[in-house]
Every structure is written in C-alpha cells, then in structure tokens.
C-alpha cells in the first residue's frame, strides 16, 4: 500500500505540472493576442513574436506561488542565473518541482532493491540534485562553446569598427551574424543598450551571465577605451590572439594530462567490470552483496569511494590555464 502510494504522489505530481504548464501557455497565448489587438487600436503595430528577445521579462512559470517563495530566498536568484546561464527555457519553480519528483524517483526505486535506512535520505538527496547537476552541466556545453567561438566574435567586431561601424553597430552585425551562443548573447548587448540601458551596463551584465575571463578582459578593455581612448579595433584584435593562444596552452594541458584521466576512467570502471563478470563467474558469492545487510554496507562504501576517488584524481588533473 506505501509503495502503490509513493507511485501515486509521483504520477499525480507530473501530471499537474503538465496542466499547469499547458495551462499556462494557453493564458500567455491569449494576453499576447490581446496586447496585439490593443497595440493595433492605438496604430502602433508590433511583431510581438518576433521581438520578444529585446523585452526583458520575468517568468513566473507553471506555479507563481512557488516563485514568489524562491524570491524570498538566496536560492531563488542562484537558480535563476542558473537557468539562464545554461540558456535552458524553464522556471526554477519547474526545477524545483521536479527535483522533488525526481527525488521520490530515485528513493522508491533504491527502496526496492536496498532495504537500508540510512540509504533512503541519501538517495533522497541525489535525486533532489538530479535536475541541477544537469542545468550545470548544460551551462558548462554552453560556456565551452562560447569560449570556442569568441576568438571568432572579437575578429568580427575589429573588422567591422575598421570598416567604419560604430561599436554598437557592430556588435548588432555581430549578433546577426554569429551562431548561439556568442550571436544570441551579443544581441542581447545590442537590443539592452539600443533600448536606453547604459553600453557599460550592458556589458556588465554580459559578463555577470558569461562568467568567463576572456570576457572579463573583453568588458574591460571596452570601458578603458570609452573613458581614455585608444584604437579598439588593435585592442579586440589583441585580445583574439590571447585567447587563441590561451587555447593552444589548454590543449598541450590536456595532451598531458590524458594519462591522468584515462587513469581515473580506468578506476572508475573497474569494480563495474568486475561485479559484472563475478556475476557470471561466482553468481552465488555476488548475490550475498545484494541479500545480506554486510554486503549492502559494502556496495554503499564502494560507491562513495569511487566518487571520492574520481573527484580527487578530476582535481589533481585539473590545471586552470
């Protein structure tokens, strides 16, 4: 009865936040076609679809209530800046409940095969963290591929500036020109300025949702230039080749340390590789890991050492360049 009830909290649960969700689409569908009658009336016509990128906008999601108490709460603007850094169309109340779903997820299914109690709150956790390690991860894809194609970025904006275009102008070109996510992210500069927020503002919050270094330089120098002059052309170009150079270091880095990480591949996978052919070989020693409360404790204190081990040798490889 407990299990078939846990199974029905979690089927209700995804089953409300796809009507809210739909719901919630269907609201926001009929107050843009309002706004777009209303706009009309008064003779100012406006492709709302197509420039809803230049209007900055909070998205209160599937469960205001639920947005309302994340704004209360530090955690509410890490997640957002989360969210928005790894350029996925989602609302931390929709994070946050499925982070709950996911959590009772991972318990009920760990609850079938472990009968421990101190395994539950630990599964708990893990399938509460489940949908942040994955915004994380997305956020990591996206700032890599930014990294790749800014070098690209700052030799279009020279080029531009020595064509005659004004700075705003080219990062407009630029922001056309280039694929996401350096395009869509300097459109972003272009539209916040374009509308009357300050260049210097702009490009502070540029970096505050790219929160890499070779941005960093790039805002900086921008704001030098603006306050004491100088060629900046000369300057993106500069600062391209650093970058380019910067990438060159890093892959020798990783060419060097690839014995390192194949290494902790190696440990990881092999207490994998071996359970399973003991399976095969000795089916009846394995089968007490998985009947006899000892081997329980064993198969926990085997998973937290890997993990340790694996964040230790991802540590003692890891060489910020």
């Known amino acids: 009865m407990f299990s078939a009830l846990i ?7 995804v089953v409300m936040v796809l009507a809210l969700r739909v719901w919630s689409a269907a609201a926001a569908s009929i107050n843009r076609k309002r706004l777009d009658e209303r706009l009309r009336e008064v003779g100012h016509t406006i492709d709302v679809a197509t420039d809803a990128s230049i209007i900055k906008q909070l998205q209160e999601g599937s469960l205001p209530a639920v947005e309302k108490m994340l704004g209360r709460t530090s955690m509410g603007p890490k997640l957002s800046r989360l969210i928005e850094q790894s350029g996925t169309q989602t609302t931390p109340s929709t994070i946050v409940v499925l ?3 996911t959590a009772f997820a991972v318990w009920f299914i760990t609850g079938l095969f472990v009968h421990m109690p101190f395994v539950g709150p630990i599964s708990l956790a893990i399938g509460a963290s489940l949908p942040t390690i994955w915004l994380r991860r997305r956020r990591t894809v996206r700032l890599r591929k930014f990294e790749e194609q800014f070098p690209e970025a700052l030799d279009m904006l020279s080029r531009a500036m020595r064509a005659g275009h004004a700075f705003q102008t080219a990062l407009g070109t630029a922001g056309e020109e280039m694929a996401a996510p350096v395009g869509e992210e300097l459109k972003k500069v272009f539209d916040h300025q374009n509308f009357g927020l300050p260049l210097n503002d702009a490009l ?8 890499l ?7 900086t120098a921008v704001a030098i230039q603006r306050e004491s002059g100088g060629n900046l052309a000369e300057i993106l170009d500069n600062l391209a080749y650093v970058v380019r150079e910067r990438f060159k270091v890093l892959r020798q880095v990783r060419t060097h340390t690839a014995h390192g990480r194949f290494t902790g591949f190696v440990l990881l996978a092999l207490p994998a590789g071996l359970a399973l052919a003991l399976s095969f070989i000795a089916p009846a020693q394995m089968h007490l890991l998985f009947t006899e409360p000892m081997g329980h404790m064993m198969i926990v204190g085997a998973i937290v050492m890997q993990t340790i081990g694996f964040f230790w040798i991802r540590k003692v490889i890891k060489i910020e360049v």
């Open 7 to 13: 199974v029905f909290v979690i089927v209700s649960a």
């Open 99 to 101: 982070s709950a779903v």
């Open 204 to 211: 502070k919050e540029l970096a505050e949702r790219i929160p």
């Open 213 to 219: 270094v070779d941005v960093k330089f790039f805002v």
